[in-house]
Each structure stands twice: as C-alpha cells, then as structure tokens.
C-alpha cells in the first residue's frame, strides 16, 4: 500500500469516525508506518476471529448468518476484515471510543428519523383495529419490505451493463439477444408460474390407492424435473433469488409424500441453475460467466438426458418410486454443487476475476470430496479459459483486449506527450492499473508481475516494433498454481530484458543522464564560465526586457566555443525562463498540502521584479521512451537543483567582482585601513562560505550520489528498477543539497541575500568614489599651477595615491563602517543559526551527510564555541 493511499484511508476513517484534533492523521499515518505488517489470511486465523467477534456480539446467531452471506456472496478481504476486528474488540480504549461513537450518530441519526414524515398512518391506539386493517398493513409492510430488499429487475441490470459497455467502447458495442429471447417464458426451460387452466377439479390423488398415487407421483416428478408442473405437485413463484419452492398435494400418503420431498430438492437445484444459465449467459454479463454457464448449459443436458432415460423406463413400467429415488441420488449432488455456485455467483453479482475467484475457492474447498472438486475443476477451467485469452495476448504482447471489463488490468486514456508538459502526468503509474475485485485470487500473488509484463512490452510496441514473447504458451488453470507462475514469470523476465535493452542500448538512456547532468548539474565548467560572461549583461535586465532568442544565441555560441560542443545531444538544450525565483519555487513545492499553502500561493507580488539571474533556468527536449524516465517531474527537479547551483555561482562571481574591483584600496594608509580590512575580511568570509556550500554539493553530494545510480543502472533487471534508482537520485541530491528543508531553505536564502545586498553596497560605494576622485583630477588639470615642474610631478603621482589620499579625507565613519558592522553582525548571526539546525538535524534526522558543511566552515573551531553556548540554552529551555 502506497503512503497516499494510509493517508487518504486513514483522513476517511477520521472523517467516518468523526475525529478531531490531537496530531491529525499525520501521526497515525506514522504509526502505521512504522508497525503495519502484511497479513496473510488463513482458514485458522479467520475461524479464531469469527468465533471471537461472535461471542463478543450480542446476536451471534444473526452474526453469523450475516458472516455466512457475504462468504457467499465472495466479498473481497472479508477474513482480513474480521481478523481486524477482532483485534479491535481486544483493544479496550478504542473499543470504548468506537461504541461511544457508534452511540452519538445513532442519537444523530434518531434525531433526523424524527424529523421525516411516513408516507404511511397507523390507526390511533385508542380505537380497536378490525382484521381487514390487520391483514391490509400486514400487506403493506410485506410490500415495502419485499421491495427494499428484492435485486433490481434483470432487464434494469443488462441495461446498466450495456450501456457503462457501450460509454467505454463505442465502437464496440454489445450484441444483443432479440427481444422475444425474453417475452417468451416458455422457452427457458424453467417453470411458467400462473393462474391454473380452467376445466373439472381431478379427484385428489390421496384417495387412490397406493401403487396409483406412486404412479401419478412418480409421472409429476418426471415432469417437475424437467421443469414443468405437475398435476399434484406446483411451483411456486420466486422472489428475486430465492429457491424454488413446491406445494404437494396435501391428501397424499405420508409415505409417498416423504420420498417425494426428498427428490424435489433436484427440481429446485434444476430451476436455479436454469435461471442462472439464461440471465448470465447474455453478453452484459462478460465472457466468464458465458463461458461459465456454456459448461453449465453441457451439464445440464446430461441431466436432462437422465430424466428422458427415467421416462423410457417409466413407460415400461419399470420406474417405482424407490428407483426414481436411487437413480436421482448421484445427480443430486452434481446439482446441488451447481446450484450453490450460480446462487453464489448470482448473490454476489460476480464478473470476471471474481467470478473466478469463487470457483477457484469452491474448488479448493472440496479436496476431500474428489468427484465434487472435478466438478468445480472442470467449471474453473472452462470459464477461465477466455480470461487466459486475454491474460496471453497481455503478457505475451503487451495488448489489452477486454471489451466487457473483466480483466485485472484496465487501460485509461492518456496521451504520452503529456509526460513533457505536465509536472503531475503520471503516465507510468496511470495508463495502465491493477482493478483489485477483478484479480482471481490464485493471481493475486503475480497481480503486479502481470500488470509490468504488459507495460514493458506496451511501451516496445508504442515505438512501432511488434515483440512477441518466444516462450508463449498457453495458461490454463490447475490446482498446481507453479505451472502458470512458471509462466508468468518467463514472460516478465522476458519483457523486462527487451525493454531495458531498448531503453540502454538503443535509446542511450544513460548517455542521455550524463548529458543532462553535463548542463543542470553544472559538470562542464569551461561551458558555464563562458556562457556566464556571454549573458551576464542580458541576465541582468528585468525578466520582461530579456529576448529570449539572444538568449537562445547565446547558448549555441557557448556550446560551439566550449567542451560541450563534443556533446551529441547539446542541441536538446534550451532556454527556460520560470516565473518565480527559485527560492520561491521550492517553498510553494514544500508547502503543498500544509498549513502555509495558501499564504505561499497568494504571495505573487514579489515575482513581478524578477532579473533574468532569478528566473533564468535550462530545459531539455526529451522523446518517447525515454520521457518515461526523465519526465517532466524529473525534470522539474533537475532544474531545481541547477537553479540553486546557478545562483550560488552568480553570488559568487558577485564576491569576486568586488575584491577585483577594491584591489585599487591596497595602497590606502593605515587611517581607513580598519574600516576597509573589516569589509575585506568579511567578503572573504562570505566567499569562503559560498565556495565551500558549492563544493560540498557539488563533490559530496551530486558526484557520489551519480556513481552510486550509474552503478545500480548496470545492475538494474527492468524499468522499474531504473525509475526506482533515477528517482532515489534526484531526492537524495535535493535533500543533501538543504533543498527539501523549508527551514535550512529559509535561512540560505537569507544568507545569499546578505551577500548579494553586501556586494551591491560595495560596488556603489566604490562608484560614488571612483566618480568623486575623477572630477578632482579633472578640476586640477583647470587650475593653473606656479611652474612646469609641479605640474609634471602633479600628473605623474599614481592615480591610486590621489584615490588614497581622497579616502582619507572622507567621512567614512557615519556610513561605510555602520554599514559594514551591519551586514557582520548578520551574516555572523544567520550563519551560526544554519550551522545550529545543521547541527540538529545531522543528529536527530541521521542526516549525517550534511555534518561535512559545518566541518568545511568550521574547520578552524571558529563557531564551536558559540554552537556549543546555542546547545546548552537549548536544552535548558526543553527541560524547563
């Protein structure tokens, strides 16, 4: 069970029970998590649970009836069910919360009952009832009841099958029997119930002697057999799925009487069965219960060939009573067998994998009565065998041919071209899925190994190559479940082998992922470098100003002049302009399906000023196949990761343009050299951590992270090993790289805006002072000097001594050293909070990958000690 399905059955449960507050469904989901361990149902354990639940009930009588219809019935998980609740009555708490829950929507639901009016008066208990008011309330009681409980009409029934048929396969339409297949009783070979003829009322049969009311009997049950009425005995009418019933002559001997009840339960198995054959037969009802009752249908006719022999006999004069008796009794069981499946298949609405299911039960049942387990092993194989059919063209193929829904595997419309659009396409996981009630149990164990056989070879087939499993064969259904796993199993490791050789060999699925980490990973630094210092002007403008085709240009020149030019699959790289930053992006993608989710989505405004840096990110064109493994998903991933690498290069070419643009203050005397040393140091220090930060995602966390998937891509036996593996490396990188933290997310990105907003200050203070010394010089070339001589030496001092000499003269202390002291103290403050939560979460999370960052920046003991100040008020707060 996948963690959104816990979370979406234990949020219903929560609802149903009417629970709130406390931890929410995230705790429990938790809980389940970490305890949940898979039940495997078995006839003991099942029968512990039902004895258990039966003496806990106040009713165990009307329990165990009702546990015996839904077995009839062959309700899915209903062992497992009862094994849950009877671990459920043991747990005294949750016992006490269920019946006081039970207790308030009782009240609720009494309260609402109240409320409704009855369509129905009862006379006032004051006045006395007469016996037609008792009898016409006891009509319509019965009535109503009759038509609460009664199935809906056959006819209602095929009209729901055909048309959901006909909504799903248009172009397939269901055939349809004529209409007079069903206004004509007569011809289905089961009783026609009505008014009796009118003529002169026969003697009663009781009054005739006894060798003449066995012969009357012996003619009516031949007749009532075959499915008609007799003289003395007459069938009753049915009510939905009941049995049939019969009226004997109440005058008859009480010898004769007995020996005819014993034989008419084979006149109710024949009418059972004769109902069940004609209503599933049609096509609505799927091609295993047709397949089923055309094994049924051949039965019958032995019966019926019996009856025929029976009269033969019975002409000659042959056929007592006694015989009658004796030759019916090995029929009777066949059906009576026969009868209980169509009852069962009938109650429980079966189709398909269900349908199958029952018989495989029926049929595993009866191991210790081999004449009634050949019975139900012949049935299984028969109706099983167009199920097989499709089972082989699905695994041997890759094709579904299911026109009345009743294989395992459904198919949804879904286009493969979405898998590049939409970030939460989920063509793998939806355009084929496993219907669960549909599964025959003795498939349940390789549901999944059928449903990827079918999908590996599919997708082969999508490429337009035809693939046909050489080591087809036939399945066919045994009690030796081996024999068709056997086969399955040689067709997945078949389509596995096909498909990942595809995808490898042809498709270069792995020279595909080196490529794309080549650009989103940041592997070719000649490239980046040059491409950086080609956009750096366009990237600087607002994000509406920038032409994406210069942009586009750009590219192609940096690719042309650089290593990559040796990539073969370079021009699959394009330019991609996001909508918010990329800070942005992770907190809206964190923030799904939490309490900040609405404030993250409605916080746009910010987005309207982005520069071409913020919103610049790559894109990759990738086809069929392989956009099933590098999807938009995976790709909106990549660019995530590269989005964060790109910006920290930015910050740090930032930090480099300042120290190459103050190197002109190295010859400034020793009176400003305080101010300008503090701001030198802490650049460095903010170049320090950022280098540092690149360096441990980039050698210890992506390259390890890569030689750990290219290894298991070598080992991988199918595609969903490879998607398993990509997938693992693509959160492994995110987490490691702080980006799946919404709260280290947080304080790097103030860390990168400290660093941004010191380099701005920077640079326009070095501006304001370049401009200042400029106009100086160009004021003291207009003014005369007193000789040539002073002039000369005036123009031959250095350009950095009047720079100097200009800086000591300024008033840095109101501004520069306030501003410099300002961007430490913050710098300082944040960096220790990111290296405090490092701290945290490398020991409580066994995140201890991330430790390497705070041993990188803190290699010298630096911050120890006011980590180590950070532990302790920590720990004071949590034990007060």
């Not at 006379?123 to 008792?134: A, I, N, Y």
């Not at 009226?247 to 339960?265: A, F, G, Q, Y």
Request: net charge negative; with cysteine; hydrophobic share 40%.
């Amino acid at each position: 069970m996948s963690e959104f399905r816990i979370h979406h059955d234990v949020n219903e449960l929560l609802s149903l029970l009417h629970v709130r507050g406390g931890d929410g469904a995230e705790g429990y989901i938790d809980l389940l998590q970490k305890h949940r361990t898979p039940y495997v149902t078995t006839t003991v354990s099942a029968h512990s649970a039902k004895v258990k639940l039966a003496e806990y009930s106040k009713t165990p009588e009307d329990f165990l009836r009702k546990y015996e219809e839904l077995k009839s019935k062959n309700v899915q998980n209903l062992d497992p069910l009862l094994y849950l609740l009877s671990k459920l009555s043991e747990d005294k708490e949750t016992l006490q919360l269920l019946q006081q829950n039970a207790k308030e929507r009782s009240e609720s639901s009494a309260n609402a009952a109240a409320t409704a009016t009855s369509s129905y008066s009862l006379p006032q208990t004051s006045t006395k009832m007469s016996m037609q008011e008792l009898d016409e309330l006891r009509k319509k009681l019965g009535n109503m009841t009759a038509s609460s409980n009664a199935p809906q009409p056959a006819e209602v029934t095929r009209k729901m099958l055909r048309d959901k048929h006909n909504k799903k396969n248009p172009s397939q339409p269901n055939p349809v029997f004529p209409n007079w297949v069903y206004d004509r009783p007569a011809l289905l070979g089961d009783f026609v119930t009505g008014p009796a003829p009118p003529g002169d009322p026969a003697a009663a049969t009781g009054t005739m002697p006894l060798p003449a009311q066995e012969e009357a009997m012996v003619d009516d049950l031949l007749f009532v057999l075959m499915g008609v009425d007799g003289q003395n005995i007459t069938a009753q009418p049915v009510l939905g799925r009941q049995n049939r019933s019969f009226i004997v002559d109440s005058t008859l001997d009480m010898s004769i009487k007995e020996l005819v009840n014993r034989i008419l339960p084979v006149a109710s198995y024949y009418s059972t069965v004769t109902r069940f054959i004609e209503e599933k037969s049609s096509f609505e009802y799927g091609q295993v219960n047709h397949a089923l009752t055309a094994a049924m249908r051949t039965l019958m006719k032995e019966y019926l060939i019996l009856v025929t022999q029976l009269e033969h006999l019975q002409r000659q004069g042959l056929l007592s009573l006694q015989k009658l008796w004796f030759y019916i009794q090995p029929t009777m069981r066949t059906m009576e067998i026969l009868a209980s499946i169509a009852s069962s298949v009938d109650k429980g609405e079966c189709m398909g994998g269900s349908t199958l299911s029952l018989l495989h039960e029926r049929t595993f049942n009866y191991t210790g009565d081999p004449q009634a387990q050949e019975l139900c092993l012949y049935l299984t194989k028969a109706a099983s065998l167009p199920y097989f059919e499709v089972l082989e063209k699905w695994i041997y193929r890759g094709i579904i041919k299911d026109p009345y829904s009743e294989f395992m595997v459904e198919e949804h419309e879904l286009q493969k071209e979405k898998i590049q659009e939409d970030y939460n396409d989920k063509y793998w996981d939806q355009r084929y899925t496993v219907v669960q009630h549909r599964i025959p149990s003795f498939l349940q164990k390789m549901a999944d190994k059928i449903l990827s056989t079918g999908k590996y070879l599919n997708v082969v087939r999508e490429c337009g190559r035809d693939v046909t499993c050489p080591n087809a064969r036939e399945v066919l259904y045994t009690l030796k479940e081996r024999a068709y796993v056997e086969q399955i199993e040689k067709a997945y490791n078949y389509a596995s082998k096909v498909l990942l050789a595809f995808l490898m060999e042809e498709k270069e699925l792995v020279a595909r992922l080196r490529s794309i980490k080549h650009y989103f990973l940041m592997d070719k630094g000649d490239f980046f470098v040059h491409f950086m210092d080609l956009t750096e002007e366009e990237l600087k403008k607002p994000v509406d100003d920038i032409v994406p085709p210069r942009l586009e240009a750009l590219l192609e020149l940096a690719l042309r002049m650089t290593t990559a030019n040796t990539d073969p699959f370079k021009d699959d790289l394009k330019i991609d302009l996001m909508p918010h930053d990329v800070i942005t992006q992770l907190l809206r993608v964190l923030a799904i399906e939490t309490k900040q989710e609405k404030a993250i989505t409605n916080a746009d405004a910010a987005d309207a000023t982005l520069t071409g840096l913020e919103a610049f990110s790559f894109d990759y064109i990738v086809k069929w196949p392989l956009s099933l493994i590098i999807n938009r998903k995976a790709l909106t991933r990549y660019q995530m990761l590269f989005r964060h690498l790109f910006y920290c290069k930015h910050v740090e070419r930032l930090l480099c343009s300042v120290w190459i643009s103050n190197k002109d203050f190295k010859l400034y005397s020793s009176h400003c050299a305080k101010w300008f040393a503090a701001a030198f140091a802490l650049r460095q220090r903010m170049l320090n951590f950022v280098q540092n930060i690149q360096y441990y995602m980039m050698f210890e966390v992506m390259e390890p992270t890569w030689h750990v998937m290219e290894s298991n891509l070598k080992t991988a036996s199918n595609i969903d090993d490879v998607l398993c593996h990509h997938t693992s490396f693509l959160d492994n990188c995110l987490k490691d790289c702080m980006l799946t933290n919404p709260e280290l997310l947080r304080i790097f990105s103030k860390l990168m805006s400290v660093c941004v907003m010191f380099t701005s200050c920077m640079e326009r203070f070095t501006q304001s002072l370049r401009s200042e010394l400029l106009s100086q010089e160009q004021a003291a070339v207009d003014v005369p000097t007193q000789s040539e001589h002073a002039e000369e030496a005036e123009k031959k001092r250095p350009t950095t001594q009047l720079f100097a000499e200009h800086a000591d003269g300024h008033q840095l202390d109101a501004g520069f050293k306030a501003a410099v002291g300002k961007f430490d103290s913050n710098f300082n403050t944040l960096l220790l909070d990111l290296l405090d939560k490092l701290s945290i979460y490398s020991t409580n999370d066994c995140e201890h990958s991330m430790i390497s960052i705070i041993y990188r920046l803190d290699f010298n003991g630096f911050y120890t000690e006011q980590l180590e100040k950070m532990a302790i008020e920590r720990s004071q707060k949590a034990s007060a």
